[in-house]
């Protein structure tokens, strides 16, 4: 075996490790582009991120499609919506993300400090529990009593 065989069989190895790592790469940018964009199952997003995702056992109306998107690392998106309303429950680890100047303070039943506003047809509570920030936002036809939403969260297991 001559000093060029063992550069030969060295260069195959370093092109299969390229090409390894540039797959890999791709995969991964494939993944972080088309995955905020999909509809999955609670459960299969549930295996994707680093925190469990509860969602709410009573909604203020009957939604025809359910669905959680991944909204990056460390951030879900659980939808429900129906021809006319739509609530969405955000859940993240990123602490702070939803920066409302005038929020309204409410208690949830465990005595959980919980922030309520309305945005541009979008009414909004937000509440952290256990390093997990969650929000709530409801649109539809018309404004729901903000009752209604504290006891939404009060329904998320």
């Given at each position: 075996m001559s000093f060029l065989d063992?550069?030969?069989r060295y260069s195959i190895i370093k092109k299969r490790i390229l090409n390894i790592t540039i797959a890999l790469c791709i995969v991964f940018i494939l993944v972080a582009i088309l995955l905020p964009n999909m509809k999955l199952s609670t459960k299969a997003a549930a295996l994707i991120l680093p925190f469990d995702i509860s969602t709410p056992?009573?909604?203020p109306f009957d939604s025809y499609e359910e669905y959680t998107s991944i909204?990056?690392?460390d951030r879900a998106k659980v939808v429900y919506e129906n021809n006319d309303e739509e609530l969405i429950l955000w859940i993240t680890t990123e602490i702070g993300w939803n920066k409302v100047a005038d929020w309204e303070r409410t208690t949830l039943e465990d005595g959980t400090v919980a922030h309520f506003t309305e945005l541009d047809e979008t009414q909004v509570l937000s509440w952290?529990?256990?390093d997990v920030e969650y929000a709530l936002d409801y649109s539809g036809p018309e404004y729901i009593a903000k009752n209604e939403l504290v006891n939404i969260a009060n329904?998320?297991?």
């Open positions: 063992g550069f030969g056992v009573q909604l909204a990056g690392f952290q529990k256990n329904s998320i297991e």
